[in-house]
Structures are given as structure tokens and as C-alpha cells.
């Protein structure tokens, strides 16, 4: 990362070792660091549908839509102003593909996901909008750092929730 005279890199910084040390599984978290893209949550996403169509299981993947491209907004406003590193952007993209390839195994653990991001999304603010407005400063870099914390701190409620770091298990992840 950046130098540590950076306040509000110094305050990703913190996050991402208290988000790891929260977890408690190092190979839950190295599973976490190995998406780095949204895209590779599309494909898991459409690798899901594919699988629930064939057992006529589908599930309304699409809810997640707004969550998703509320987080791309996100990071296409940190990756110019912030300067995001690979290890920011796989905590924003690996905890959520995760929890969907894992919770897929059963129905109703998978809809609680999706409506939760659902309900998550439509809250989300418009960054790129919102810099645009306002000049990016301090006190912007400060809002961009704790709404960074707070997606962690969702992931982690929802990794503990279905006992996920317990019951993680490298044959779970295709």
C-alpha cells in the first residue's frame, strides 16, 4: 500500500488487518483475495443460474443487481481518488461471491443473500455523483474509508451468520 503518512490509507489499512484477524481462517481468507473483479462475481452468478435451471431451482439473482453495481460505483471512485490496490478490491468482490457459491446449497440461506444485498443496494449512495458534487477532499477520503469498513463489517456479520470460517472447506469453492 501507500505510504503510512496517508491518514485515510492507513485507515484501509487497519480495516483490511482487523476484517482478517475478525475472520479467524487464514484459507477463508485467501479465498477471499483470489477475486478481484466484478466480473468474476458475474460469472459465479451465472454459473449459479446455470446449475439452479438445470435442478429448476432458480433463484432471482438479478436482485442483487443494484448491490452490485452500487459497489462498482464505489470502487471506480476509490481505484482514481484512492489509488485501490488488488487487496481492497478482493474484499469488496471475494467475501460476496463467496457467500453466494456457499450459501447455494441450500434455498433459503441463498435468498436471505440475495435479499439482504437487495435491501443493501437501493440504500447505496452514487459516489461517482457525489464526488462530482462536492470537491474530493479529506472529509471525502474519510466517507470512502468508513463505508469501506462497513462493507467489511456486513461481510463479516453475514460470514459469521452462516457459520461460514467454522464450515469453510476448499472442496465448497469450484
Not at 485515510?8 to 482478517?20: G, L, P, Y
Not at 464526488?131 to 469501506?148: E, G, I, R, S, W
Amino acid at each position: 500500500m501507500t505510504a503510512p503518512s496517508d491518514p485515510i490509507q492507513k485507515v484501509f489499512e487497519n480495516t483490511i488487518r482487523d476484517f482478517r484477524a475478525s475472520l479467524k481462517n487464514d484459507d477463508l481468507y485467501n479465498e477471499i483475495m483470489k477475486t478481484t473483479t466484478i466480473d468474476e462475481v458475474y460469472d459465479a452468478t451465472d454459473k449459479l443460474q446455470k446449475e439452479q435451471a438445470k435442478k429448476g431451482q432458480l433463484r432471482h439473482l438479478s436482485k442483487i443487481e443494484p448491490y452490485l453495481e452500487g459497489l462498482r460505483n464505489y470502487t471506480s471512485v476509490i481505484e482514481v481518488f484512492m489509488q485501490a490496490k488488488p487487496d481492497i478490491l478482493a474484499l469488496i468482490w471475494g467475501p460476496i461471491k463467496l457467500l453466494l457459491q456457499l450459501t447455494s446449497v441450500l434455498k433459503e440461506s441463498l435468498d436471505a443473500i440475495i435479499n439482504i444485498t437487495a435491501d443493501i443496494g437501493i440504500l447505496l449512495p452514487e459516489f461517482r455523483t457525489v464526488t462530482n458534487l462536492f470537491d474530493f477532499n479529506t472529509y471525502m477520503k474519510d466517507v470512502l474509508a468508513l463505508f469501506f469498513k462497513d462493507i467489511l463489517d456486513f461481510y463479516l456479520i453475514a460470514l459469521r451468520f452462516f457459520g461460514l470460517p467454522r464450515k469453510f472447506s476448499s472442496n465448497l469453492i469450484s
